[in-house]
């Protein structure tokens, strides 16, 4: 399966970006997908993850309340909706997804089989 993301810009702080995760290749009804980011000099880190139902999903504390994970199965894409933005939400965003009926959702970068490109995320403060 090949992930590609976008919806990446400057905004300026406590502005609104989606971004949009489209699979090709394969269909991803069955995956687990997530939501990675990665800022300059720093580790790639965990951000949103949603089952292949849809039922479950999960954020890292900060972004809590703020940003919105979700799945559109008809479209192949996943979404992260992000509002009140932050300097400190600014980094690469990288879209993942796991092997099909997984049963966990899972947090961590070596979970995910399949990576997107990423898109970049500037805030201004």
């Known amino acids: 399966v090949q992930l590609q993301a976008f919806g990446g810009g400057l905004v300026q702080a406590g502005g609104s970006l989606r971004l949009s995760c489209v699979a090709s290749g394969r269909s991803i009804y069955a995956a687990n997908m997530a939501w990675f980011r990665q800022a300059p000099g720093q580790e790639r880190e965990f951000v949103a993850a949603i089952s292949w139902s849809g039922g479950t999903t999960d954020y890292t504390d900060s972004v809590k309340g703020r940003f919105t994970i979700s799945r559109d199965t008809a479209k192949n894409t996943v979404y992260l909706q992000m509002n009140s933005l932050k300097p400190e939400d600014a980094a690469v965003y990288y879209c993942?997804?796991?092997?099909?009926?997984?049963?966990?959702?899972?947090?961590?970068?070596?979970?995910?089989?399949?990576w997107g490109q990423g898109t970049l995320v500037t805030v201004s403060s």
């Open positions: 993942a997804a796991d092997s099909p009926f997984s049963s966990l959702v899972a947090t961590h970068v070596s979970e995910y089989d399949y």
